[in-house]
T-cell receptor, first 113, second 113 residues
Framework: AQSVTQLDSHVSVSEGTPVLLRCNYS??????LFWYVQHPNKGLQLLLK??????LVKGINGFEAEFKKSETSFHLTKPSAHMSDAAEYFC???????????FGRGTSLIVHP | SQTIHQWPATLVQPVGSPLSLECTVE??????LYWYRQAAGRGLQLLFYSVGIGQISSEVPQNLSASRPQDRQFILSSKKLLLSDSGFYLC????????????FGQGTRLTVV
């Protein structure tokens, strides 16, 4: 069994300040973890993924995430927010060769000028 | 390179009318194909997935059906739409055994009136 919890439904930051989007997971097997971004009325775009290699994963647009097994977390960070980062972010977990990932309910990132 | 096409982008249909949404993938063979629905302000709900031609798995009993008549074509259908079928429909594809990472189409906004 697997599950994912995005701890914040909304996160509000000012442009130029750091971003932290939190994700906790549970999995019966070694998990693969992903972050996707969705802009309004668009499809989802993969930001980054963890698949049992390096625990610190770098993605596109300056985002990165760290897999912490002891904390069952995979939080998404960015040092400096840009207005274009305003979007919905989804944390996703899959494991055991499953075809069916589990999506978090999403975190809406709001960036103020 | 691989691309995914999903159409139409928007659709307004009366209650009781039929539905056909199409998704095609280019640049890959034997992809895993998925249909998701995203209701307003909510996360993604997996509707169907397919690991090969003619192989359809349904995750949620509902008013919809899916078919895969060709290797890289995935169709979502309904004989009679309900108001509750309104939402944002996303097609996605992945390669290999299990979900390693997936690539999403741009989505179809369906409004049933």
């Amino acid at each position: 069994a697997q599950s994912v919890t995005q701890l914040d439904s909304h996160v509000s930051v000012s442009e130029g300040t750091p971003v932290l989007l939190r994700c906790n997971y549970s999995s019966s097997y070694s998990p693969s973890l992903f972050w996707y971004v969705q802009h309004p009325n668009k499809g989802l775009q993969l930001l980054l993924k963890y698949t049992s290699a390096a625990t610190l994963v770098k993605g596109i647009n300056g985002f990165e995430a760290e897999f912490k097994k002891s904390e069952t977390s995979f939080h998404l960070t960015k040092p400096s927010a840009h207005m274009s980062d305003a979007a919905e972010y989804f944390c996703v977990v899959t494991s055991g060769g499953s075809y069916i990932p589990t999506f978090g309910r999403g975190t809406s990132l709001i960036v103020h000028p | 390179s691989q691309t995914i096409h999903q159409w139409p982008a928007t659709l307004v249909q009366p209650v009781g009318s039929p539905l056909s949404l199409e998704c095609t993938v280019e640049g890959t063979s034997n992809p895993n194909l998925y249909w998701y629905r995203q209701a307003a302000g909510r996360g993604l709900q997996l509707l169907f997935y397919s690991v090969g031609i003619g192989q359809i798995s349904s995750e949620v009993p509902q008013n919809l059906s899916a078919s895969r008549p060709q290797d890289r074509q995935f169709i979502l259908s309904s004989k009679k739409l309900l108001l509750s079928d309104s939402g944002f429909y996303l097609c996605a594809w992945s390669e290999g055994a299990g979900w390693i990472e997936a690539f999403f189409g741009q989505g179809t906004r369906l409004t049933v009136v």
